[in-house]
């Protein structure tokens, strides 16, 4: 079936220094999403891209969608500890969301 | 955005009993809703699809007859945890989607058996 990857599992980084996440899946997409889960919480919707080769900002936040519509990053330039979490992508496909492992981030102040 | 209710948010059940779990959409009507199962520090994992009116579609290794999903309403979805037992242990949530918008997600569940 439907397999999403994410890497790596875990990132530790010091405050101010940048931080990337990665996603491919298996099958080509119809969509992907990216979502945030702070400590204790549920997920919460970053951003959805939809379009091949689409870009999307959001302030020190930047998404891309390859290509093909089988991989996707997420950027983080200058972290805060506010930054902290897990990042998940999830992608669309046959109605249904699959979600990759996700990235934990620890940022050092 | 789209709010999701899910409703308890933890529950202790003594192993062999029955839990059920609510995901109620407030405001929008979600045609497929997706329930998850999270260990900690793990990913979501999907264990089925649900739409509206039609029989849940379960993931591989999820036991159909363990796991009872209905979705009764284009508002309301639940989840019963048959004969739970302690390794059934674990966050469940529930998402509402609209098919090629964001997922909305509820609070999530944590159930404990003992």
């Known amino acids: 079936g439907q397999q999403v990857m994410q890497i790596p599992q875990y990132q530790h980084v010091q405050e101010g220094e940048d931080f990337t996440t990665y996603c491919n899946s298996s099958t080509t997409l119809s969509n992907i999403q990216w979502y945030k889960q702070r400590p204790g919480g549920h997920p919460v919707f970053l951003i959805q891209l939809v379009k091949s080769g689409e870009v999307k900002k959001q302030k020190r936040l930047t998404f891309q969608f390859g290509e093909a519509k089988k991989n996707s990053s997420l950027h983080i330039t200058a972290t805060q500890t506010t930054d902290v979490g897990t990042y998940f992508c999830a992608g669309s496909n046959t109605g249904k969301l699959i979600f990759g492992q996700g990235t934990t981030l620890q940022v050092k102040p | 955005g789209a709010v999701v209710s899910q409703h308890p948010s933890w529950v202790i059940c003594k192993s062999g009993t029955s839990v059920k779990i609510e995901c109620r959409s407030l405001?929008?009507?979600?045609?497929?809703m997706f329930w998850y199962r999270q260990f900690p520090k793990q990913s979501l994992m999907l264990m089925a699809t649900?739409?509206?009116?039609?029989?849940?579609?379960?993931e591989q290794g999820v036991e159909k007859d363990k796991f009872l999903i209905n979705h009764a309403s284009l508002t309301l979805s639940t989840l019963t945890v048959t004969s739970a037992h302690p390794e059934d242990s674990s966050f469940y949530i529930c998402?509402?989607?609209?098919?090629?918008?964001?997922?909305?997600f509820g609070q999530g569940t944590r159930l404990t058996v003992v």
């Open positions: 998402s509402a989607w609209g098919g090629n918008t964001e997922a909305f």
């Open positions: 649900s739409n509206e009116g039609s029989k849940a579609t379960y």
């Open positions: 405001d929008f009507q979600a045609t497929t």
